[in-house]
Structures are given as structure tokens and as C-alpha cells.
């Protein structure tokens, strides 16, 4: 069988995420299609709402793997990313080892002798058992892969990148007790940033970059009858280029795909078959988040929809 070519296998990519809801762009789907052919993570940036997360899991669910998920935050650390010990399952071993101590102890016949079986006691304290494995550590025990997510990477602090350079780089982590932990498989490792912080260099060298803005109108366009598809063609084109008109203003959060998405919903509940002043003006709350973005875009309302309709005729 003739090896498929990577246009083709591209397209199958973009296929593949299409069918769970996810219309991706050329470049997002050669970030995925690479990644997965040189294993190596993808670092997703961009403003929050344009399809980050969602991209993990449609990943997960096109390929059919289970998702794990680290949502990062400031003070992140290996106990809660990676792993930590099972201090209560220790206190029950010890107190066990202690009401057992006659028995162990029974047939040594000098305090070295002893000192050697208890010391074999000890290995088993800090053994694979006693291990409560934390998200990363999880990713690397799945005997089939899977996809981990690790989200808003720039939210942590920058020390806990370097807990995750020999994942992405190896797949693999070193545990102080244990020893060298690598993959069964290699996961998919999808990481998002905001970019509320730089990250650093040694981190994104391990990483394909992908950006994902704001996209084009007519991808937005098929992102909203994908996600809403009782949508009518004409509202479509209409509120989608209404929201590029807003974009062009400048306000404290731009409206994202996600706000996009729920819009488009909004109208659709409401039985709007077009855009008209009266219904942009009770609905802009949901597009917009601050109530400054709102008094600063309620007096275009009546131009942008204007626009919007010109350009939905000569679209």
C-alpha cells in the first residue's frame, strides 16, 4: 500500500476534526498532523475563546483517547501535577509494621542483621503502591496514549516549567524514590497559553508554536453552522461580520469565537431571522464582557450592522 502523502493525510486531518464539531484551519491541522508524526508537543497561543482547549479535546476524541487534563495555576506543584505519596496508606503500613515488629524481627540474631531487614521494609514505604499518581504521571501510564492537556501553561509560575522539561522532551519523568518512569506510549501533548507571562525558552524549543487569532470571516462563518446549524445562512453572514466590526474597535476583550458561538445561539432562541438595532442592543452583553466595552460600542451598533448587510449582499 502506497505511503499516504502528507497533503492528503492533512486533509484527513482537517476531515477528522471536522466531524467533532471543530473546523480547523490549514496551519492547525499541519501543527496536529507534525506533531503527531515527530512526536513532539504543540504550544497553542492566542486570546482566550478562539479554540485552544477545544482542540485537545477534539484531538482526543477524533483519534479516540482519554483526555487528561492539568489546569495550571499559580503555586502549581509536582505534588499536584505529578505525583504525591499516599500518606495515610504509609501511617497504616507503619502502624502495621509496628504491631508486626516481634515477627519481623523474630529471627534476627544481631542488631545488624536487624537494622538489614528493616531497612528492606523501608523500600517498600516509598514503593509504586504508595504512589498517588497526579495528571502528568497518569499521561505517561496509559498503556494506549492519550491526549494531555496541559492548559494555560502562563498562569503557573515559571519554576514549573522546568518540572516539565523531560516530559516533553523524553516522555519520560525522574521520580527521587523510584527511579526513571517513561511512557508506554507517548501522549499527545497539546500545552495553551494566554500569554499573560513569556515562557521560556527551554520550553518552547520542546514545543511545535501554533498561534490560533481571530479567524477569517468565512471560517468563522463555517465555525458557527458547525457549532449552530439551525442558523439561517443570512443572519449567519450577517452577525459573523458584525463581529469583525467590533473587533475593529478597541475595548478592554475583543469577542472571541466562543462568544461567536454563543451569540449566534441567542439568536437563534430569540427567532431573530436578521440583524436589527433594537435586538444587537439586548443581546451585546453577550458579546462583550465589560460594561465600558458595551457604552463604547453601542453607538457603532447601527453602522456595524450596515456594514454587516452590505457586505452579507455582496458576499
Known sequence: MAEQKPSTAIEAVESGLAAQGYIASRQIATAVYLSQQIEKPILVEGPAGVGKTELAKAIAAWRGKKMIRLQCYEGLDEAKALYEWKYAKQLLYTQILKDKLGEVL?????????????????????????????????????????????????????????????ILSDFQVTIPELGTVSAITPPTVILTSNSERDLGDALKRRCLHLHIGFPEQRLEERI????????????????????????????????????????????????????????????????????????????????????????????
Open 224 to 315: 458557527v453552522e458547525s457549532r449552530v446549524p439551525n442558523i439561517s445562512q443570512t443572519l449567519r453572514r450577517q452577525m459573523v461580520g458584525f463581529i469583525h466590526e467590533i473587533r475593529s474597535l478597541d475595548l478592554k476583550k475583543l469577542p472571541s469565537v466562543s462568544e461567536t458561538i454563543d451569540w449566534a445561539r441567542v439568536l437563534v432562541l430569540l427567532q431573530a431571522s436578521e440583524l436589527d438595532t433594537e435586538i444587537v442592543k439586548d443581546t451585546l452583553n453577550v458579546l462583550l464582557k465589560y460594561e465600558a466595552d458595551i457604552e463604547a460600542a453601542t453607538p457603532q451598533v447601527t453602522t456595524f450592522i450596515a456594514k454587516a448587510a452590505r457586505s452579507n449582499v455582496f458576499g
Open 106 to 166: 523474630g529471627g534476627a540474631q544481631t542488631l545488624h542483621a536487624a537494622l538489614d531487614q528493616l531497612h528492606d521494609f523501608g523500600d517498600v514505604f516509598f514503593s509504586k503502591e504508595f504512589v498517588e499518581p497526579r495528571p502528568l504521571l497518569q499521561a505517561l501510564e496509559q498503556p494506549g496514549g492519550c491526549v494531555l492537556l496541559i492548559d494555560e501553561i502562563d498562569k503557573s509560575d515559571a519554576e514549573f516549567e522546568s518540572l516539565l522539561l523531560e
